[in-house]
């Protein structure tokens, strides 16, 4: 029953209709999925994760003010939910949701090794990239490293271009140009 709480009123279930009310205001989810975030069942606790999430895709700033509230002395489980809550965010790389996990300050860091293998990959390949990460400061930071990568497999929902590639990781938010590729059709 607390499951089908939280998982019947996510605005943006993959497999009904969107609730567009609680997309324009999601207060009355919001109300309910307070009373179920320190729930016992993990399989409760996920879906409250991912109804946040869902409401962080449409109010960005209001899902980072309820994460920042979260935070204030949760239990290891409710970092996970804050966590897993937050995750398109993160790859939207939003500011707050970086602060809110511990990862708003710039990181002092210098990438290097670089590796594109190969430097020329056809559609439907692959392309492996590697790097170095080298702190240039005094102290300790807390960083979160994301690779922007595409996979070059054919789909239905993405079409691939021939021609140059480039290449970033994403430190903290910031985006670091690591290289190019080209790309060329089979």
Not at 58 to 70: E, G, K, Y
Request: glycine fraction near 6%; aromatic fraction near 6%.
């Amino acid at each position: 029953m607390r499951r089908l709480v939280s998982k019947g009123t996510r605005p943006r279930l993959p497999w009904a209709r969107r609730l567009r009310e609680f997309q324009n205001d999601p207060r009355p989810v919001l109300e309910l999925l307070e009373l179920l975030k320190d729930d016992p069942e993990l399989y409760v606790r996920r879906s409250v994760a991912n109804n946040l999430n869902d409401i962080g895709k449409d109010n960005p700033a209001l899902l980072v003010d309820i994460a920042r509230r979260w935070m204030n002395d949760a239990t290891n489980e409710r970092r996970w939910l804050i966590s897993h809550a937050l995750r398109s965010a993160l790859k939207r790389a939003e500011p707050g949701a970086f602060e809110v996990m511990g990862f708003g300050e710039e990181a002092q860091v210098r990438i290097g090794s670089v590796r594109i293998t190969p430097q020329s990959a056809v559609i439907g390949g692959s392309v492996k990239i590697a790097f170095g990460i080298t702190n240039t400061d005094e102290r300790a930071h807390h960083m979160l490293v994301d690779l922007k990568s595409v996979s070059l497999a054919e789909m239905t929902t993405r079409k691939h271009y021939a021609g140059t590639h480039k290449i970033s990781a994403v430190l903290n938010g910031r985006p670091e140009p690591l290289g190019t590729f080209e790309l060329a059709q089979r």
